[in-house]
């Protein structure tokens, strides 16, 4: 079993950043793709925005974060980071992190994520 928590969640005003961290326990999470997803209120579903390979190798952005968001993952703290840079508006929601996948597979699946955090709420507001 893995369990994560997510942390960083806050509000900023447009142009602002924050950085997002997901804390996991579990012995296989190293081996297990990520992501981070965000839903608004509103919206049933959750949406992916940004996912790692379990080592790194690979990583995918949706278009409407690239060039602003950042994944990064230290297997070695069981630590998985979102670092979110110039925020505008639309970007609230809030923010969970998710893994699962092929063990050691560097496909970034989202559909295949099986755990998944509590959430973050990040707000951006002038």
């Known amino acids: 079993q893995v369990q994560l928590v997510e942390s960083g969640g806050g509000s900023v005003q447009p142009g602002g950043s924050l950085r997002l961290s997901c804390a996991a326990s579990g012995s296989t999470f190293s081996n297990l793709a990520v992501g981070w997803f965000r839903q608004t209120p509103g919206k049933k579903d959750r949406e992916f925005v940004i996912g790692i390979s379990w080592g790194g190798a690979n990583r995918y952005a949706i278009d409407s974060v690239k060039g602003r968001f950042t994944i990064s993952r230290d297997n070695a703290r069981n630590m998985v980071y979102l670092q979110m840079d110039n925020l505008q508006p639309e970007d609230t929601a809030i923010y969970y992190c998710?893994?699962?996948?092929?063990?050691?597979?560097?496909?970034?699946?989202?559909?295949?994520?099986?755990?998944w955090g509590q959430g973050t709420q990040v707000t951006v507001s002038s």
């Open positions: 998710a893994a699962g996948g092929s063990v050691a597979s560097n496909e970034i699946h989202p559909p295949s994520f099986d755990y």
